[in-house]
């Protein structure tokens, strides 16, 4: 399967904290679903910032993965962290092309505390490289 092998370079990445490894993991038609922008970011250059400043968010909060289902071209991932005392528990859903690269990304994030928690670290992360 070649999801496996994408999950596989995705836990290498964030093991190795490496977000430069995006490049060769996403496809350049790759879409990123956000918990919370309404619309869909598409293209690799959108789907590589937020997925870098995630890395750089969750990096030092015990990120880990604690369940995975891999099936086809799909793969979910569940994961949990702590960011300023607020456990956060998501999902991400992985669809690959047959390259094995990520053409979608989608994030969910639970409980709604812990979506704000990181909304806020986001967002000032990623305003602070716009300027």
């Known amino acids: 399967m070649k999801i496996q092998q994408t999950v596989k370079h995705w836990h290498t990445l964030i093991e190795k904290n490496q977000p430069e490894l995006l490049n060769l993991l996403l ?5 990123f679903h ?19 400043a995630a890395m750089h968010v969750f990096d030092g909060s015990g990120f880990h993965y ?7 071209n799909y793969a979910a991932l ?3 962290a702590e960011i300023d005392g ?6 991400d859903i992985i669809t690959c092309n047959d390259k094995s690269q990520v053409t979608e990304f989608k994030v969910m994030i639970r409980p709604a505390k812990g979506l704000q ?3 806020e670290k986001m967002l000032a992360l990623l305003q602070g490289k716009q300027k």
């Open 27 to 31: 496809a350049d038609d790759a879409v």
């Open 34 to 52: 956000s918990p919370v922008l309404h619309t869909p970011q598409k293209g690799k250059a959108l789907t590589k910032m937020y997925l870098s």
């Open 66 to 72: 604690k369940k995975e289902i891999l099936q086809g």
């Open 78 to 80: 569940e994961f949990e």
């Open 86 to 91: 607020v456990i956060i528990n998501g999902v």
């Open 117 to 119: 928690k990181l909304q």
